[in-house]
């Protein structure tokens, strides 16, 4: 089970003040685990309010189905970091490392979990529609596969 804290402490007066996030204040939170050597993107519908967010992995020993986040699910890929280079001269180049970004051959279908499909259905539609083909994801099994329609041409007899 991947484990995300989620509140912000300061020290006040009366002593410490423990707060949780808002959709006010941030749009979303972005975990990292590191045994797993993992990313998670956690919605701020999902983290609102709480102070903590646990991420299954696996099944429970119970085999309880409701109520539970899976990790699979709010997975992200790499993430590309511009990197600055300082020899007297600023400027940046590329993403760190290197093969966090697909050279435009090398890109294959989007993949997205369902709960974030559902939740950005009209965007993901628009990126299929201009030609990104989306795999959908439940629980990390492939479910459907989104694509742009091919026009066909009709040849006059």
């Given at each position: 089970?991947?484990?995300?804290?989620?509140?912000?402490?300061?020290?006040?007066?009366?002593?410490?003040?423990?707060?949780t996030?808002?959709?006010?204040?941030?749009d979303?939170?972005?975990?990292?685990?590191?045994d797993?050597?993992?990313?998670?993107?956690?919605?701020?519908?999902?983290?609102?309010?709480?102070?903590?967010?646990?991420l299954?992995l696996?099944?429970?020993?119970?085999?309880?189905?409701a109520?539970?986040?899976?990790?699979?699910?709010?997975e992200?890929?790499?993430?590309a970091?511009?990197e600055?280079?300082?020899?007297?001269?600023?400027?940046?180049?590329?993403?760190?490392?290197t093969?966090?970004?697909?050279?435009?051959?090398e890109?294959t279908?989007?993949?997205?979990?369902?709960?974030?499909f559902?939740?950005r259905?009209?965007?993901y539609m628009?990126?299929a529609?201009?030609g990104?083909?989306i795999l959908?994801t439940?629980?990390?099994?492939p479910?459907l596969?989104?694509s742009?329609?091919v026009?066909q041409?009709?040849?006059?007899?």
């Amino acid at each position: 089970m991947v484990s995300v804290y989620l509140t912000a402490s300061r020290r006040t007066r009366d002593g410490f003040l423990r707060t949780t996030y808002t959709a006010a204040e941030v749009d979303a939170v972005v975990a990292y685990c590191a045994d797993l050597n993992r990313c998670y993107f956690l919605p701020i519908t999902l983290v609102e309010g709480r102070q903590a967010c646990q991420l299954r992995l696996a099944p429970s020993r119970n085999n309880q189905r409701a109520l539970i986040n899976w990790a699979v699910e709010y997975e992200l890929g790499a993430i590309a970091q511009l990197e600055e280079r300082c020899h007297g001269m600023a400027e940046v180049v590329g993403s760190s490392p290197t093969s966090s970004t697909a050279t435009p051959s090398e890109r294959t279908s989007i993949s997205v979990a369902a709960h974030e499909f559902r939740n950005r259905f009209g965007w993901y539609m628009q990126c299929a529609a201009e030609g990104e083909p989306i795999l959908v994801t439940h629980r990390g099994q492939p479910r459907l596969r989104l694509s742009p329609v091919v026009q066909q041409i009709r040849l006059a007899a």
